[in-house]
């Protein structure tokens, strides 16, 4: 090899296919974004919603974050207001975890919801508006 592949951190790239800084987001809205024909669904089974989900919460009375059994955890009380919200058990995937009495500010998960009908069993309706679930979910968590 001829190249080094190692850089420093700070020194910009430079190739021209990589930016040495990462682009700024100019808005953010709770609109949908329309998915391209070449976008890959999220889940195998239709009629499930992956939604993004930041928690902060002041973690004095948690043991921690993932779910422990006969424990308090920040998972498993986000876990409660989705069932209520929901009316069927879901599971939190957290990308980072703390310690029993450690406070977060953002920490990000993520949550797979079916909505089924509750006059139709069986029936798949579609996924709810981010909006309605951050509504409902910290209406649950209150």
């Known amino acids: 090899m001829t190249e ?7 020194t910009p790239s430079e190739s021209p296919q990589r930016p040495s800084k990462i682009a ?5 809205s709770d609109e949908e974004v329309e998915p391209s024909d070449s976008a890959q669904p999220m889940s195998h089974k239709p009629g499930i919603q992956r939604y993004l989900v930041a928690i902060e919460y002041i973690g004095t009375r948690f ?6 059994p006969n424990c308090r955890t920040a998972v498993g009380v986000l876990e409660e207001a989705f069932l209520k919200f929901v009316g069927q058990p879901v599971s939190i995937f957290c990308s980072s975890r703390t310690d029993a009495g ?5 920490n990000v ?4 919801v ?3 009908s509750k006059r139709k ?3 798949v309706l579609p996924p709810h508006e981010p909006a309605v679930v951050r509504r409902a979910v910290n209406h649950f968590l209150q």
């Open 121 to 123: 069993p069986g029936e």
């Open 24 to 28: 700024k987001i100019e808005s953010c």
């Open 114 to 116: 079916e909505r089924i």
């Open 102 to 106: 450690v406070h977060a500010l953002s």
């Open 4 to 10: 080094s592949t190692e850089r420093s951190i700070g």
């Open 109 to 112: 998960c993520h949550v797979d």
């Open 63 to 68: 043991s921690g974050s993932q779910q422990q």
